[in-house]
Every structure is written in structure tokens, then in C-alpha cells.
């Protein structure tokens, strides 16, 4: 989606119609984003369609990290993470990328440059701003940012900044049904 500068009618023409030009871009655009079925762009790393929902849920809890390739704590804390992926039986990880579809290639050299295996998203500041704003009832801070959806597939936290693997396997194995094994054995991480 493309920028549309406003500031330039300003001058050419005049206070009123600006604004009857902004109303009409701004329904113009919702109409378009919602005749598409969602008002969020969200991607997989080869450019299909794709949502945080489809990650979700499945009687495993879902660890997302939002992540930026600029992000110099989001680049410190990534190998913490790919270590931790297998690690618990019972929780799939799954990372957003901000960079967008215009800076998918950078998304793509972090991927490789941290040997990321588990799924990414594709998408940009604004439209992970929105479903924030939507499902977790505030917005977006910054970069890196956790996500967690139980078992169930209902969102269960939100935290901006660097959450340890450690910190997220407690909170898991805490909020975990005994019956559940929890730590994946040893042999079956090394496997993946």
C-alpha cells in the first residue's frame, strides 16, 4: 500500500475540501481493505496470504516474537530463541517480521542469518499496529514484542521488549495441564 501525502492539497485546496478529501481516501481505503475479507496484511515469507490465527491454537501454546532485521535486541535475542525451538513438546513458535513485503529481502537474510526454522509472517509496522490495537487492546511499542496464545488458541499475554525463553517455559510449564508432557526429551530436540 502506497503513502498518500495530503499535506500538498492543504495549499492548493483550502481547509474544507481537504478534509472532504481525506474522509473520501480514508473510505475509499477501509472499502478496499475490507472488500479483500481482512483489513490486515499478513504474509508468509513466500508472499501467500497467511494469519496469526492459522498458527494458533491446535492443543499447543504458541510463542510469537514480532521482530524487526534493524532491530539490534531483536538480533541479540533470535539465537536465544531458535536454541529454544523443540524445546517444549507442548509450544510452536512462530515470528512476525516487520521489515513488509518492500523489505522482504532483508526478512530473508535474518531468517538465514539466524537459521530460523519455525514459521514467519510477513508485515509492516502499521498493519501489526492494528491487529495490536484489535486483539490485545493496545499498541504496538516496539520491537521485539512476545505474543503468547494458550493451547486453546486464546491470547494469554502481551509483552514489548526481550522475554527470556526461560521466563516463557515457567510461565508455560506453570500454565500447563499435568497430564501434558512439557520438556520435549533431549534426543527429540537434537532430531529436528
Same mark, same amino acid.
Given at each position: 500500500?502506497?503513502?498518500?501525502?495530503?499535506?500538498?492539497?492543504?495549499?492548493?485546496?483550502?481547509?474544507?475540501?481537504?478534509?472532504?478529501?481525506?474522509?473520501?481516501?480514508?473510505?475509499?481505503? /477501509?472499502?478496499?481493505?475490507?472488500?479483500?475479507?481482512?483489513?490486515? !496484511?499478513? %504474509? @508468509? *515469507?513466500?508472499?501467500?496470504?497467511?494469519?496469526? $490465527?492459522?498458527h494458533t491454537g491446535k492443543?499447543?501454546?504458541?510463542?510469537?516474537?514480532?521482530?524487526?532485521?534493524?532491530?539490534?535486541a531483536c538480533r541479540a535475542?533470535?539465537?536465544?530463541?531458535?536454541?529454544?525451538?523443540?524445546?517444549?513438546?507442548?509450544?510452536?513458535?512462530?515470528?512476525?517480521?516487520?521489515?513488509? /513485503?518492500?523489505?522482504?529481502?532483508?526478512?530473508?537474510?535474518?531468517? !538465514?542469518? %539466524? @537459521? *530460523?526454522?519455525?514459521?514467519?509472517?510477513?508485515? $509492516?509496522?502499521?498493519?501489526?499496529?492494528?491487529?495490536?490495537?484489535?486483539?490485545?487492546?493496545e499498541s504496538l511499542r516496539?520491537?521485539?514484542?512476545?505474543?503468547?496464545?494458550?493451547?486453546?488458541?486464546?491470547?494469554?499475554?502481551?509483552?514489548?521488549?526481550?522475554?527470556?525463553?526461560?521466563?516463557?517455559?515457567?510461565?508455560?510449564?506453570?500454565?500447563?495441564?499435568?497430564?501434558?508432557?512439557?520438556?520435549?526429551?533431549?534426543?527429540?530436540?537434537?532430531?529436528?
Open positions: 500500500m502506497s503513502v498518500i501525502r495530503l499535506s500538498l492539497a492543504n495549499k492548493k485546496l483550502g481547509t474544507r475540501h481537504t478534509s472532504a478529501l481525506k474522509s473520501l481516501l480514508f473510505g475509499l481505503i /477501509l472499502g478496499l481493505s475490507l472488500s479483500t475479507g481482512s483489513a490486515l !496484511a499478513f %504474509f @508468509d *515469507i513466500h508472499g501467500k496470504k497467511d494469519d496469526i $490465527n492459522n492443543n499447543k501454546w504458541t510463542i510469537v516474537e514480532i521482530w524487526e532485521s534493524n532491530c539490534v535475542h533470535m539465537p536465544e530463541m531458535v536454541e529454544f525451538d523443540g524445546k517444549l513438546k507442548n509450544a510452536r513458535l512462530l515470528s512476525i517480521s516487520l521489515d513488509g /513485503l518492500r523489505g522482504i529481502e532483508d526478512a530473508e537474510d535474518f531468517i !538465514a542469518e %539466524f @537459521d *530460523i526454522k519455525f514459521p514467519t509472517i510477513i508485515t $509492516n509496522y502499521v498493519e501489526m499496529n492494528i491487529w495490536m490495537e484489535q486483539n490485545v487492546g516496539g520491537t521485539p514484542t512476545f505474543i503468547l496464545f494458550d493451547p486453546a488458541g486464546k491470547l494469554v499475554a502481551a509483552q514489548p521488549g526481550i522475554v527470556s525463553t526461560a521466563s516463557l517455559e515457567n510461565f508455560i510449564t506453570q500454565n500447563s495441564t499435568k497430564a501434558t508432557p512439557v520438556v520435549a526429551q533431549e534426543n527429540e530436540s537434537q532430531n529436528k
